[in-house]
């Protein structure tokens, strides 16, 4: 019994052991995710320190260090100012650490100086010391000074952490990561050991793997800044907006604990953030920006101190907002030649720090802190002077089509910013006077400009990228930009954007069809058997070429912002020398038209030409021609340029020269899938709609789809061709060849398995509007996946109000409108549609009326919306009672068009007649509009409400369509 009793109490004892050990884990776990705990444990931290400090002990390096790990840098040095009560190289070392926080590494470097020789045989000397070397980019001689310490102080954790850090950088991978696993052996609570770990698995590619590291280092010090942002960082990399504000609580707590942290600045004033621009908005941005213009041409001018007197005078005139300030920090930190530079820099600080203490997560002013941070630290690069040297007397060949395509670099004072933007373009100089034929320009915008300005598109105000990152908050864009802080970054040796983006552009305007297309096999390979450099050039093909580029010409690459950043010559050649080959054949070219040979790039002005007659073809057909004739004497085989003069001759009617050009293109290359795309094309405009050429259209796209090798032209084949079948009011067959895309459609970038979302959508979308209500769960699950997709939003609307969820229609329609309108970018087809659900609710007709007027703020304007949106806004207006107004707007719409668009238009006249009591004409137009599409719902529903009474006419309507349903259900 004794024994039973013992045996008892001791499965109690490990009953309870077990349920503290959980709560422990519970308590640790909660500081990692419950920020708001974290933040509440940080100061109860502090607290502690100042009482052991104000107490006194024998371990008060300790206490100093502990305070400086967790942000009372000031304290700190106020302590040391006082006389504390430490040796002379422990004070030396506090004093480093504080000057190395604050970014002054040449200080750091001086007070370690300041201790007698036989310090270089301190640990925390060591520690600093290597510290140092790495910030300027001595890898080899920081690990150097690590290990020679650590082989008399070999269980000393953080000089440990800092060879780790030396390691991995060098990309000694392998080697960083027996050194974590090595100090967690030696001791399993090291918090540093784990995240480590963590940082080598990102840098390594390995992001998958990163996680979990990172997590424990948090449940063992739930303090360290440089975790809290990496962990942030892996929630971001989950794609998923509803967990932004998750990231967002991490960066809180990182900056918490370190005011000046670069990664946290730099990522949350990039695109990586939970706020949109509703968020941002300033009512008088307009008024605020004109009279700062002013500011800029002085700027232009070289007058820099009388313009940061103009941003002084627009502060006091509009107090409230953080634009002046925005503008004077930017002035302060553009101007690269000044004497007192640093001086400089350290007011732009200071007022960014002001702007984010004013107006919480603002996007420039993290970018502006970041972009002033980096250019503090740059001094201490290694290769600084010689560097600065060549950049103040760099040789700038062809001047005017640089200014050209980089008109910004006038803007900025002095000549460095010029000789950081040439240095870094290598031969892709020679894609000036291509772009310039085409009238592109680079900017590159200061750091109080966006993107929308500097590219004079709102739509970077409301928009998100393919990863979930804000446009709003993004410094570089393909299409032409990067900002100054990238371009002064690049020029000392960190990642090249400005190449990178510069990439994008000559990628997308110059490069030829057959150089797209191995492109694309070049990444699809990569991809398949792990080439590719890193995670970022993983993303889609585009990519690809802009990480692999400047990578071909780069053979060191210093502080690295992130695991894309660091890739070199080296890398190209061992991991992807397939892509190296191409390459090297591209920038051989290059070369050979640099040195003289025209013929070496005729192909590209091919393309040049054909981009110029596309951008022509609607206003001057006969100056399109000329284009395409200056295009084929470049290269009389061109095939995308054959086709466009095909679907030239198309466009005017002679259907025999369209067809020629096809011909020609065939015997050319008979497997060449876009020119079966134009034989549809062809039919369509000779043929018309009738059974037969829908028939041969359709077997003309199949085939296109069929033998297209390159999968994203296949996926626009795929798109073509549901196209086709939707505009033919042919419904099923559109959800059909959806469902094939998304069966047989690769999902190997971005874009493509954005491609298989938007076949997705499609399908549920078409599925629901026939009041099917299983797919809503699938829009739903998207929508939240891809929040500011708003077209797959409006899509969502009417997948809602075809099955009678009004209200959640126009919920869904504000969240996005609220943003929209925060950037002047309203869209009249969500009001349209909002105006469309409250028009189906009782006790909505205030809301209603509040929405018709916005739809006819200018009356009956048939140029804000689209065809099939205006048909909607008639028969809306119908069902209003504005009977006029509907007739009016229908009077002034196409009377012809493919048969989705006759169907839509027959169902806007049957209710016109239905609202003027004309029941027989109604009927016949309902009818009219179901032979046009099968699938036109609403029409059912008209003749269901005329045949009222009619039970046997209304029982075969209600049996066609539940056989619609029964159609579309399972394709």
Request: hydrophobic share 40%; proline share 3%.
């Amino acid at each position: 019994m004794r024994f039973q009793n013992q045996d008892v109490m001791k499965r109690i004892w490990i009953c309870c052991f077990l349920v503290f050990a959980a709560l422990a884990q519970g308590i640790c776990q909660d500081l990692v995710n419950d920020t708001g705990a974290a933040l509440k444990h940080l100061e109860e931290h502090r607290q502690k320190l100042r009482a052991q400090l104000k107490q006194g002990g024998r371990d008060m390096y300790g206490i100093l260090d502990g305070m400086l790990a967790v942000g009372l840098w000031d304290e700190v040095l106020s302590y040391l100012d006082a006389g504390a009560n430490v040796t002379e190289v422990e004070e030396a070392v506090l004093r480093a650490e504080y000057w190395w926080l604050n970014n002054d590494f040449d200080r750091a470097a001086r007070e370690l100086r300041s201790v007698k020789a036989a310090a270089n045989r301190s640990p925390l000397v060591a520690r600093m010391e290597a510290t140092l070397l790495i910030e300027a980019w001595k890898l080899p001689e920081a690990e150097a000074r690590c290990k020679d310490m650590l082989a008399s102080n070999p269980e000393d954790e953080r000089l440990r952490a800092v060879l780790g850090r030396a390691l991995l950088l060098q990309k000694k991978y392998d080697e960083a990561l027996a050194l974590a696993k090595d100090m967690q052996r030696r001791n399993p609570q090291s918090a540093a050991a784990y995240l480590l770990e963590g940082d080598v698995y990102f840098w390594d590619q390995r992001p998958a793997l990163a996680e979990a590291p990172i997590f424990r280092c948090l449940e063992l010090n739930p303090l360290e800044a440089n975790a809290r942002f990496s962990y942030g960082y892996a929630i971001w990399r989950r794609i998923d907006a509803t967990q932004l504000d998750d990231m967002a609580g991490q960066w809180e707590v990182a900056l918490a604990i370190n005011p000046l942290h670069f990664q946290t600045h730099w990522h949350w004033g990039n695109g990586h953030t939970n706020l949109t621009f509703a968020d941002y908005v300033d009512n008088d941005e307009k008024a605020i920006r004109a009279k700062l213009e002013a500011a800029d041409q002085l700027v232009r001018e070289g007058n820099v101190d009388q313009a940061l007197v103009v941003t002084r005078e627009v502060e006091k005139e509009y107090n409230h907002s953080v634009l002046p300030l925005m503008h004077r920090a930017s002035i302060y930190y553009s101007d690269f030649d000044h004497p007192e530079r640093l001086a400089r820099l350290d007011t732009a600080q200071a007022i960014f720090l002001e702007i984010l203490a004013r107006k919480q997560h603002y996007g420039p002013a993290h970018n502006g802190l970041s972009a002033v941070i980096k250019s503090k630290r740059i001094p201490y690069l290694a290769s600084y002077d010689s560097v600065t040297a060549e950049l103040k007397h760099t040789t700038i060949h062809d001047w005017d089509n640089f200014a050209k395509v980089f008109p910004d670099v006038t803007y900025y004072p002095g000549e460095i910013a010029k000789g950081m933007v040439w240095n870094q373009l290598y031969s892709a100089v020679v894609y000036f006077p291509f772009l310039t034929k085409q009238n592109n320009a680079f900017v590159i915008p200061p750091l109080h400009i966006d993107l929308a300005i500097a590219m004079k598109s709102p739509h970077f105000r409301f928009n998100t990228t393919f990863d979930n990152r804000q446009w709003m908050d993004i410094r570089g864009v393909g299409s032409g930009a990067a900002d100054i802080g990238y371009v002064e970054r690049g020029a000392y040796g960190e990642r090249n954007v400005i190449l990178h983006e510069y990439v994008h552009l000559f990628h997308g305007r110059v490069l030829t069809d057959e150089q797209n297309r191995r492109i694309r096999a070049l990444y699809f390979n990569a991809m398949e058997k792990g080439l590719t450099l890193d995670y970022y050039s993983q993303n889609n093909e585009s990519e690809y070429l802009a990480q692999t580029y400047p990578a071909y010409f780069e053979h060191v690459k210093v502080h690295p912002l992130d695991f894309k950043s660091m890739n070199t010559h080296h890398d190209l050649t061992t991991k992807d020398p397939e892509m190296y080959q191409f390459l090297q054949e591209l920038t051989a070219n290059e070369a050979a038209y640099l040195a003289g040979n025209k013929d070496a790039m005729a192909s590209n002005w091919a393309q040049v030409y054909l981009n110029l007659s596309n951008r022509a073809q609607r206003a001057d057909v006969n100056l399109a021609q000329r284009y395409l004739d200056t295009a084929l004497t470049y290269d009389s085989r061109y095939l995308p340029a054959l086709l466009a003069y095909a679907r030239l001759k198309l466009s005017t009617g002679d259907f025999a020269g369209a067809k020629g050009y096809v011909q020609q293109v065939v015997e050319l290359d008979s497997g060449y899938a876009p020119a079966y795309v134009v034989k549809a094309e062809i039919v369509g405009r000779e043929s018309g709609d009738n059974d037969a050429a829908i028939g041969e259209q359709a077997m003309l796209y199949d085939k296109a789809v069929a033998i297209e090798t390159d999968f994203q032209i296949k996926a626009q084949n795929a798109i073509q061709l549901r196209t086709f079948y939707h505009r033919n009011g042919l419904i099923a067959e559109a959800i059909k060849a959806a469902g094939q895309y998304v069966a047989i459609g690769a999902e190997v970038s971005t874009y493509l398995r954005d491609r298989k979302d938007d076949a997705r959508a499609y399908a549920a979308t078409e599925r629901a509007l026939l009041g099917i209500a299983a797919p809503l769960a699938e829009l739903a699950s998207l929508v939240a996946k891809r929040p500011q997709n708003y077209n797959l939003r409006g899509s969502y609307a009417d997948a809602l109000m075809a099955n009678g969820r009004y209200a959640e229609a126009v919920t869904t329609l504000l969240e996005a409108q609220r943003i929209l309108e925060a950037s002047s970018s309203g869209r009249p087809d969500f009001e349209l549609r909002i105006a469309e659900a409250y028009a189906m609710q009782p006790g909505k007709a205030d809301s209603l009326n509040v929405y018709l007027g916005k739809l006819l703020v200018n009356g009956i304007d048939p140029d804000r919306l689209d065809e099939l949106h205006n048909q909607r806004l008639v028969r809306l207006l119908s069902k209003a009672g504005k009977g006029q107004e509907a007739a009016a707007l229908f009077d002034k719409l196409p009377q012809d068009g493919d048969r989705f668009y006759r169907s839509s238009r027959a169902l806007s006249a049957a209710q016109l007649a239905v609202q003027d009591g004309r029941a027989e004409e109604a009927i016949a137009l309902f009818e009219q509009a179901i032979r046009h599409n099968r699938y036109q719902v609403q029409a059912y529903q008209g003749l269901k409400d005329l045949y009222n009474g009619d039970d046997t006419a209304i029982g075969r309507l209600d049996r066609t369509l539940e056989g619609l349903k029964a159609d579309v259900a399972t394709e």
